[in-house]
């Protein structure tokens, strides 16, 4: 049974940065697309950036564009996302998921952006 383990988030002053890790074992890591999905309070959840298993990555979410950068770790199956000049509005819990979306999500990690 696959397991993701998301971790990295925290509090941080906007302007700053954090780096978010996904442990994704069990689920086939080499052959799929991973992303990193996010929801805030009362929002639904959305697709924040994608990298596929050749290393192509997208940002669906413009507002992360230039700021967000996704990357991966075939050999440690693990899929990161290095966060710059982080904003209010990118408070949330983050979540990584492969492409098709795997059934059991991880339990996500919180970034706050307040000053």
């Known amino acids: 049974q696959g397991l993701l383990v998301e971790s990295g988030g925290g509090l941080v002053q906007p302007g700053g940065s954090l780096r978010l890790s996904c442990s994704a074992s069990?689920?086939?890591?080499?052959?799929?697309?991973m992303a990193w999905y996010r929801q805030a309070p009362g929002k639904q959840r959305e697709l924040v950036a994608t990298?596929?298993?050749?290393?192509?990555?997208?940002y669906p979410t413009g507002s992360v564009k230039g700021r967000f950068t996704i990357s991966r770790d075939a050999a440690k199956e693990t899929v990161y996302l290095q966060m710059n000049d982080l904003k209010p509005e990118d408070t949330a819990a983050y979540y990584c998921?492969?492409?098709?979306?795997?059934?059991?999500w991880g339990q996500g990690t919180q970034v706050t952006v307040s000053s």
């Open positions: 998921n492969r492409i098709p979306n795997y059934t059991y």
């Open positions: 069990g689920i086939l890591f080499r052959f799929y697309t």
């Open positions: 990298i596929t298993s050749g290393g192509s990555t997208n």
